[in-house]
């Protein structure tokens, strides 16, 4: 089994920043594809960052190319969304999820292991 722990959000203005972090535990998430999902109030869960194990490819959202980016640090067993020019349609729970098979895709019921959503408020 996989715990996963997101860590970083919180409420910051329209252009600001936020680093999210999602912390593994139970088993090495180091050949996992890790993604982040997001969740706004009313509106279903959908794809933001996506990353296969080896680093090699990302896969972003449209709507967070060029303000967004996915890291990993396999030795942590962590992984990071940075989010950078935050706007106030960015607010959402944001979940960290674990894809054992290493696709990596924008699907949610690819993934086998979630975190419990974090929040994350951008005012303007």
């Known amino acids: 089994q996989v715990q996963l722990v997101e860590s970083g959000g919180g409420l910051v203005q329209a252009g600001g920043s936020l680093r999210l972090s999602c912390a593994a535990s139970?088993?090495?998430?180091?050949?996992?594809?890790m993604g982040w999902f997001r969740q706004a109030p009313g509106k279903e869960r959908e794809f933001v960052a996506a990353m296969k194990w080896g680093g090699s490819r990302t896969n972003l959202a449209d709507s967070v190319k060029g303000r967004f980016t996915i890291s990993r640090d396999n030795a942590k067993n962590t992984v990071y969304l940075q989010m950078n020019s935050l706007k106030p349609e960015d607010t959402a729970v944001y979940y960290c999820?674990?894809?054992?098979?290493?696709?990596?895709?924008?699907?949610?019921?690819?993934?086998?292991?979630w975190g419990q959503g974090i929040q994350v408020t951008v005012s303007s």
């Open positions: 139970g088993r090495t998430v180091s050949r996992y594809a």
């Open positions: 999820a674990a894809d054992p098979t290493n696709w990596g895709g924008t699907g949610i019921r690819e993934y086998d292991y």
